[in-house]
């Protein structure tokens, strides 16, 4: 210190972080921690224990911020929110990007769904090439964001709430429009339940495209015979036509996930015919009313993958009808349900099918 100076007092550097924990009875947090000293220090400190520690990501269920500032003020010069555990990862490569919106065949009247925007990485990119957008974002912070990101552009709506709950059929109606198309970057963690979930509003959805795990994009377009093939696979194909377009590179995300991803379109052509007669892309005999006890049935034939169709159905129905339904179809009683098209998965259906619905159960 120079003679007779007086040491300048650097402003404490106040940090607030809230942590929601991942655990109820694990209350994990640190408030208003004040420190001396240049704020740039402890700012990438406190940045650094939230983002690299192990602990902390062990304990705490993803949604953690952080506010700093200086003492006696109100506004915060940083703010940061991290949320692995809601299965987040956002699109950054503008790349992929623009690959993914020139190979959605969207058209300027359309109205577009857009699932988990984020931080609206590809909103302006879909907003731009149709006449209306509707951002269903979860996370409050992240809607609250475009909201403001978007508020003078009144053909762009952010709606804070969960896909899941959302009746597409009245978002349309309410809009003035009759159908829509889907979009979204799914998290992993949640594709099958958001994939029924559309698929029981397909009379107002004439198309749909979906960011997901590879893994799960294959099992979506899997086709008979192949390892991948089985109940998800069916359930698209009964209501669309999907299409593996091409790969995305866990490395295109931030956070990157720990695999890779593919994008997957949905041309919706039913196979479902209210007439019961056959008919081009119909499946014959599979009326709409039975459909939800034909799906259940299909999870029977796939519980056990590597057993044969009529030891997995033999619990539900009499062994003897099974087998019947097999020999009618000129099928081997070793027959796996892999082995099957939808078709085939209708014809043995309609043979051996109770009147009673069959019970509920988990695939294993």
């Given at each position: 210190m120079i003679p007779g100076r007086a040491r300048r007092r650097e402003p404490a550097a106040r940090v607030m972080i809230v942590l929601q924990?991942?655990?109820?009875?694990?209350?994990?947090?640190?408030?208003?921690?004040?420190?001396?000293?240049?704020?740039?220090?402890?700012?990438?400190?406190?940045?650094?224990?939230?983002?690299?520690?192990?602990?902390w990501s062990g304990w705490c269920q993803a949604s953690a911020s952080l506010v700093m500032g200086t003492a006696g003020s109100d506004k915060p010069f940083l703010s940061m929110a991290l949320r692995?555990?809601?299965?987040?990862?956002?699109?950054?490569?503008?790349r992929y990007r623009g690959r993914i919106v020139d190979a959605l065949p969207l058209l300027r009247e359309d109205l577009v769904v857009e699932i988990g925007p984020g931080r609206g990485a590809m909103t302006g990119l879909l907003a731009a090439r149709v006449a209306r957008l509707v951002a269903i974002e979860i996370d409050p912070s992240l809607a609250g964001g475009l909201r403001q990101q978007w508020r003078q552009d009144g053909h762009?709506?952010?709606?804070?709430?969960d896909i899941l709950t959302s009746d597409l059929a009245q978002?349309?109606?309410?809009?003035?429009?009759?159908?829509?198309?889907?979009?979204?970057?799914?998290?992993?963690?949640?594709?099958?339940?958001?994939?029924?979930?559309?698929?029981?509003?397909?009379?107002?959805?004439?198309?749909?495209a979906i960011v997901v795990q590879r893994e799960v994009a294959e099992r979506l377009t899997a086709t008979p015979g192949t390892r991948e093939y089985?109940?998800?696979?069916?359930?698209?194909?009964?209501?669309?036509?999907?299409?593996?377009?091409?790969?995305?590179?866990?490395?295109?995300?931030?956070?990157?996930?720990?695999?890779?991803?593919?994008?997957?379109?949905?041309?919706?052509?039913?196979?479902?015919?209210?007439?019961?007669?056959?008919?081009?892309?119909?499946?014959?005999?599979?009326?709409?009313?039975?459909?939800?006890?034909?799906?259940?049935?299909?999870?029977?034939?796939?519980?056990?993958?590597?057993?044969?169709?009529?030891?997995?159905?033999?619990?539900?129905?009499?062994?003897?009808?099974?087998?019947?339904?097999?020999?009618?179809?000129?099928?081997?009683?070793?027959t796996r349900a892999e082995q099957l098209g939808v078709q085939h998965l209708v014809q043995l259906y309609e043979r051996v099918r109770a009147r009673a619905p069959i019970e509920h159960y988990e695939i294993q």
């Open positions: 924990p991942a655990r109820p009875l694990s209350l994990l947090f640190l408030n208003s921690c004040s420190f001396t000293g240049p704020i740039g220090y402890w700012s990438s400190r406190a940045v650094s224990a939230i983002l690299y520690g192990k602990r692995p555990k809601l299965g987040q990862h956002f699109l950054a490569d503008e762009v709506e952010v709606v804070n709430g978002l349309c109606r309410e809009r003035g429009f009759q159908s829509c198309f889907i979009f979204g970057n799914v998290p992993y963690y949640i594709t099958s339940p958001i994939v029924h979930h559309l698929f029981r509003f397909r009379s107002v959805v004439h198309g749909m089985g109940y998800l696979s069916v359930l698209t194909q009964l209501y669309s036509r999907p299409h593996l377009a091409f790969r995305v590179p866990a490395g295109a995300f931030s956070p990157s996930p720990k695999v890779d991803s593919a994008l997957v379109t949905f041309e919706m052509t039913t196979h479902l015919n209210a007439t019961g007669k056959a008919g081009p892309g119909l499946v014959s005999g599979l009326r709409p009313e039975a459909e939800s006890d034909f799906l259940e049935f299909v999870k029977a034939c796939f519980s056990q993958k590597r057993k044969s169709v009529l030891n997995n159905l033999s619990g539900r129905y009499p062994r003897t009808r099974v087998e019947g339904a097999l020999k009618g179809m000129v099928l081997d009683s070793r």
